[in-house]
């Protein structure tokens, strides 16, 4: 594109999940060392920059329909360029070049670092390198965060080492590799250094951690855990996702002694029923899975417990839905996300006999259903009860047991110092939210 640096400003449009925004934050650090300017928002910028997912068909068409409205911008005289990097990339290559014309360059997730090569116009339009993706990144700004000065997200892996038969991630992130412990614990102790009190701790598979430097299931998480617990500072750490057959007793152990361990546990099921979980390649998880919720209870009082589950995946029959209902009610789940099955390109899911997909969406909006009734429970527990609660914005805060973006948050009138703790008496709910107010004790 060859633009004078200082008069070229990015503008970022995140798409996805935290991973993604984690790649994103990767590559405006290397855009703001480089000396362009970060836009205050696309519709400001000279450049667009949007990285997109590809998880399942609701991601593909929100990026398509993102990318979209940037060239429409483009078309407009709003902004010179358009450049698309993500996942959307990184599994239909070539063909979005056909299918997006006016893009001016596309960016494999193999290739963020290379973001300052394709604004500075040294490379053709599409940069993604061949094979499987391999790399892992760490952040050029390790204070850099999208997600406001309150909290961040530490993305401490890529790839994954499971073979879900739903799932095409592997096929688009590549094998699991770990990032050196030692860059982790230094953009953990700078974050914490520039107000962050909260580290939420990301990856396809946190508890694998270190498994591919020769470390044990879980040992090198801990290991990991334990050295940022020694950084100074009063601040949570907050691990998300862990699948019900990898969480140790030396993890949960680490959660209950931790002085900075968010005790909360989001451990994705995705179903309840062996056979269900077997035709989800998830075997390892089967004995598992229904022991999980008091499993984690026992070892950590006071736990917050999350799960998401799939309705509509093949070999689910309406009596196996009827027994995941019930493994549900039982278990009692704080927190649940329910998503209907949709059928990827190249997974072997995709081969196999399922319900509709109607039928899938009915059955999610059985469990959310279900879900609302004991979440009402839960909440009614909650009201009374005095927590820590970190102000992430004027006005609003999140206690203990409440992960960003997929919780509820709480409000609290007169909280107005934003990345600070305090004390919050809940008071009543309002939907998936809470509402409180200041604790003098």
């Known amino acids: 594109m060859g633009m004078k640096k200082k008069d ?215 290991e990991l855990l334990r050295e940022l617990d020694a950084i100074k500072g009063d601040f949570w750490i907050r691990v998300l996702y862990s699948y019900p057959n990898e969480i140790t007793d030396g993890f949960l152990e680490w959660m209950r002694t931790s002085p900075h361990a968010a005790r909360y546990v989001d451990v994705p099921l995705q179903h309840t029923v062996p056979e269900v979980l077997a035709a989800m390649n998830r075997r390892e998880a089967i004995e598992a899975s229904l022991g999980a919720a008091e499993r984690i209870r026992a070892a950590v009082p006071g736990v917050t417990l999350r799960t998401t589950v799939m309705t509509g995946h093949p070999g689910e029959t309406e009596k196996r839905f009827e027994r995941m209902l019930a493994d549900l009610e039982k278990m009692q789940f704080d927190h649940l996300g329910a998503f209907a099955y949709s059928p990827e390109d190249g997974t072997k899911a995709a081969e196999m006999r399922r319900v509709s997909k109607q039928t899938a969406e009915v059955r999610m909006e059985l469990v959310m259903l279900l879900q609302k009734r004991i979440w009402r429970k839960c909440a009614k527990a909650l009201r009374g009860k005095t927590f820590k609660a970190l102000v992430i914005a004027p006005g609003v805060a999140r206690i203990e047991g409440q992960a960003p973006e997929v919780d509820g948050v709480t409000f609290v009138d007169g909280a107005a110092e934003t990345g600070k703790f305090i004390r919050v008496r809940i008071t009543k709910t309002r939907g998936y939210d809470l509402e409180g107010e200041v604790a003098d004790d």
């Open 8 to 222: 070229v400003s990015v503008g970022f449009v995140a798409l996805g999940c935290a991973k993604n925004t984690v790649d994103l934050q990767v590559m405006a650090g290397h855009i703001i060392k480089a000396g362009y300017r970060a836009a205050p928002s696309p519709e400001e910028a000279d450049v667009i920059l949007v990285n997109t997912c590809a998880f399942i068909e609701s991601a593909r068409e929100e990026a398509a329909a993102e990318i979209l409205r940037a060239c429409e911008l483009k078309k407009a005289g709003a902004c010179r360029a358009v450049i698309v990097s993500g996942c959307f990339v990184q599994r239909y290559k070539g063909d979005l070049a056909k299918l997006f014309p006016d893009v001016d360059a596309f960016l494999g997730i193999d290739a963020l670092d290379r973001i300052c090569d394709v604004l500075d116009g040294a490379t053709g339009r599409m940069v993604v390198p061949p094979g499987q993706a391999k790399k892992v990144f760490d952040p050029p700004i390790a204070a850099l965060r999208f997600s406001g000065a309150a909290f961040a997200y530490v993305k401490i892996a890529e790839g994954c080492a499971h073979r879900c038969a739903y799932c095409a991630i592997p096929a688009i992130r590549g094998k699991y590799r770990s990032r050196a412990k030692e860059s982790i614990v230094a953009e953990a102790r700078e974050l914490v250094k520039t107000g962050c009190r909260e580290l939420n701790i990301i990856a396809q598979d946190p508890m694998l951690y270190g498994i591919d430097l020769g470390k044990g299931k879980g040992a090198g998480l801990v």
